[in-house]
């Protein structure tokens, strides 16, 4: 970097060590370089910070994220828009689960300290900590799914939230890593939870509820509707990606346990075909606390079988998320970009060392929602 200037130098991120993991001929990860992001500081009327809290601060937002070397571009861009639009961006306080030791042994995954030095760069100011998570508190438990993906254990990890973050911390947000804000996130923390619910999230009910489990489920006497029934209103399809949990009610009504005991049921029945979505749906679906639909335009990743592309549901936009098989890095990459990936993009904080354009950290006026497509916006 001897020929760059002092802002890109002070802008990029390093951090290309390739970690060995233990024992001879492993698999080894080298993460890639990030810009800084710009800094950003509360306005009037954010929670003033209460001495010696800590993450018991309860002005803060707690949002809770995986963090793993393949989807840390998504993950660092999910941050930085998060940060961008919230109106109080120093009160939010993330918690990332990663996976313990690298992943283990031959796993070749970075450590939680190279992720945590990465995050740090990129944003010197953002408050959050790090969890390991260690897969075989899921591995037993997982089952083949459609897509590879969605059998690695990190996808579980969202089941263990209530006993890895803080007692003190009482609710949080769970995002996926393939996410983009476009609204400021706390409207989403203040979702009511009335008594009866545990998780917030946007319903969809026109979808066809039924081809999420297996025809051996529908058809079983004891499985089926009667698993629903009794259920505050009639089971929907809702996106696991984005969830607003209760963390002290999910502790006292054991729910981790819950999701595992259907998880256990795969294992021997063959009841669902989707990854880790489907033991959310038989605990919770009927139960949920519905949110509006603007904060989880999701799907944009396409299907999963050919991630073909697909625009914006109608109405407002909160959040975009790019669910399903095709992520936004990946395709603009290739070549081959959806239109709505111009827009994730915009909010792209990954350096190329083989692109000029790429070599500085953006800009405040660069990312501007006035720069988004005017479609996004309908607030």
């Known amino acids: 970097m001897g020929g760059a200037s002092p802002a890109m130098r002070a802008g990029w991120v390093?951090?290309?060590?390739?970690?060995?993991?233990?024992?001879?001929?492993?698999?080894?990860?080298?993460?890639?370089?990030?810009?800084?992001?710009?800094?950003y500081r509360n306005g009037d009327g954010c929670p003033a910070a209460v001495a010696g809290a800590g993450v018991c601060d309860p002005g803060l937002v707690?949002?809770?994220?995986?963090?793993?070397?393949?989807?840390?571009?998504g993950s660092m861009a999910a941050i930085y828009s998060l940060l961008k639009h919230a109106s109080c961006p120093e009160s939010l306080f993330?918690?990332?689960?990663a996976a313990a030791d690298g992943g283990g042994p031959g796993a070749g995954a970075p450590e939680v300290g190279e992720l945590r030095s990465a995050l740090a760069a990129s944003f010197p100011s953002l408050r959050f900590e790090i969890y390991p998570f260690r897969a075989d508190a899921v591995t037993?438990?997982?089952s083949a799914s459609v897509r590879a993906a969605l059998e690695a254990p990190l996808n579980y990890a969202r089941n263990h939230l209530a006993d890895l973050l803080p007692r003190c911390v009482p609710r949080a947000i769970y995002l996926d890593s393939d996410v983009l804000a476009v609204d400021d996130v706390r409207r989403l923390w203040e979702t009511r939870l009335p008594a009866a619910a545990v998780v917030a999230a946007p319903e969809y009910c026109h979808a066809n509820f039924s081809r999420y489990f297996t025809d051996a489920f529908?058809?079983?006497p004891d499985l089926g509707a009667r698993v629903f029934a009794g259920r505050r209103?009639?089971?929907?399809?809702?996106?696991?990606?984005?969830m607003v949990i209760d963390l002290r009610r999910w502790r006292s009504g054991n729910y981790r346990h819950r999701i595992e005991q259907w998880m256990e049921l795969q294992k021997e029945k063959r009841i669902y075909e989707l990854g880790s979505l489907p033991p959310f749906l038989l605990v919770f679906a009927g139960e949920v606390e519905a949110v509006d639909h603007r904060w989880n335009q999701h799907g944009l990743g396409g299907d999963n079988v050919l991630g073909s592309c697909?625009?914006?549901?109608?109405?407002?936009?909160?959040?975009?998320?790019?669910?399903?098989?095709?992520k936004p890095w990946d395709r603009?990459?290739?070549g081959r970009p959806c239109p709505l990936d111009h827009t994730w993009k915009s909010y792209d904080l990954y350096v190329d060392d083989g692109d000029a354009s790429s070599a500085s950290a953006p800009s405040r006026t660069s990312l501007s929602s006035s720069a988004l497509p005017a479609a996004v916006f309908s607030w």
């Open 62 to 73: 707690h949002i809770a994220m995986t963090l793993d070397a393949h989807y840390l571009r």
């Open 140 to 142: 037993g438990l997982i």
């Open 218 to 220: 529908w058809s079983d």
């Open 310 to 326: 697909r625009p914006l549901h109608k109405g407002p936009v909160s959040l975009m998320h790019w669910s399903g098989k095709g």
């Open 332 to 334: 603009l990459d290739a």
């Open 14 to 39: 390093l951090v290309a060590f390739i970690l060995a993991a233990s024992g001879p001929g492993a698999a080894v990860v080298a993460l890639p370089r990030f810009a800084e992001a710009p800094e």
């Open 94 to 97: 993330f918690h990332f689960l």
């Open 233 to 242: 209103r009639a089971p929907c399809y809702f996106n696991t990606g984005v």
